[in-house]
Every structure is written in C-alpha cells, then in structure tokens.
Antibody, heavy 120, light 106 residues
C-alpha cells in the first residue's frame, strides 16, 4: 500500500534552516509528481511546492526564493529545504502524491505530517 | 491566482441530516475540483475529485456536483464518522484550497 512518511521537523530559530524528508513506498515513486502542503496552527491548508516526475518544480509566492523542493528517485524520497525561516512558516508540513491519469492533479495520498516550529 | 470561497464556515447538524457545502471559484476551473475531509490531528483525505467522481472507498452518501465556478459537496445522511472539516481545492491552475467548513454536532 502507498505510504508517505515525513521526518526532519522540529523547533528552529528565525532565520535558520531546516530540511524535511518524505520517504515513499508502495508505488513507483519516479513516475509521480509530489507536493508539499502546510497547515498553520488552527488554520487551513496551504499549497507550498510541487516537483514533477521529470524534476520540474514550482513554488507558492510565500516561499519562493527561500524553500527548495527536490527528489531522489533512487532513495524514493522527497525533500523540502527551508531557508531563512520565519515565524509564519510555523506549521504541520504534509507531503502528498499527485494522482496520475486523466482525472487531473489532485492529491490522492498524504503523509501524516511533520511539525515545524519557528521560534526564538 | 484563483481564490476559493467556501460556505458556510461552520455547519451544525444532526446524525441523519442532509448536508450541503458550497465552494465558489474566482474564475472558471471547469471540473478541476476536489473535496477533502480532515479530522483533528490527521492528514486530509480525498473524498471527491473532478467535481463529481467518488474516490475509491468513500461511502456513496458523499456526492459532488458543479462546474465552472460553483460547486457543492452533499452528504445525503450524516453519520457520526462524518463530523470533520471539509476543504475544496481547485487544480485548474496551480492549487488553491478553500478556507474549510467545519461540520459539527448540533
């Protein structure tokens, strides 16, 4: 079965960096686009970044220039490098798989999430 | 950017009620809309995709309709497991979520 397991979260000071990982299993990782989505405390869902199966990527304006999404298909792992972190980046970060086929690019599987807290 | 607006923000209902949540897009998104259910402390789960297609394993009491800019999620007979927050999401151009609708016990 499809599994996505995030790791790497924690407490970090403003201005510092953190890297999240998402280990994928149960499907051919290299064939799917992958996403990061975040949810601030008590808030709604916010799309963060996408990386397609061919490595093309795209970011939300709120993280552009600070965050970098990448993937290692040999390790079946998705990454999110977060630099220059701000208090407003505090959130649970989810990785999610983009569905395949002609039903469009909705998110069909999600990880359980990983909390990132930016605080001095 | 495409904005998604859900209504209501909170909905109080009883078991067995028919429940409808509305989602409006700031511009046409054809049928590129999904609905997700999220329970406290858990990841979202897709319920409906392409506006009206039921995700595998989702109970048939859930249905979706609409196209263009107006969409609805309907639960025909609310069950105890359905009390949760529901989000719409457009995936016509990038991805945007609505602000969520919390379905709570009346």
């Amino acid at each position: 079965q499809v599994q996505l397991v995030e790791s790497g979260g924690g407490v970090v000071q403003p201005g510092r960096s953190l890297r999240l990982s998402c280990a994928a299993s149960g499907f051919t990782f290299s064939s799917y686009g992958m996403q990061w989505v975040r949810q601030g405390p008590g808030k709604g869902l916010e799309w963060v970044a996408v990386i397609w199966y061919d490595g093309g990527n795209y970011y939300a304006d709120s993280v552009k220039g600070r965050f970098t999404i990448s993937r290692d298909n040999s390790r079946n792992t998705l990454y999110l490098q977060m630099n220059s972190l701000r208090a407003e980046d505090t959130a649970v970060y989810y990785c999610a798989r983009i569905s395949g086929g002609d039903s469009g690019s909705y998110f069909d599987y999600w990880g359980r999430g990983n909390l990132v807290t930016v605080s001095s | 950017d495409i904005q998604m607006t859900q209504s209501p923000s909170t909905l109080s209902a009883s078991v067995g009620d028919r429940v409808t949540i509305t989602c409006r897009a700031s511009q046409s998104i054809s049928s590129w809309l999904a609905w997700y259910q999220q329970k406290p402390g858990k990841a979202p789960k897709v319920m409906i995709y392409k506006a009206s297609s039921l995700e595998s394993g989702v109970p048939s009491r859930f249905s979706g309709s609409g196209s263009g800019t107006e969409f609805t999620l309907t639960i025909s007979s609310l069950q105890p497991d359905d009390f949760a927050t529901y989000y719409c999401q457009q995936y016509h151009s990038s991805w945007t979520f609505g602000q969520g609708t919390k379905v709570e016990i009346k």
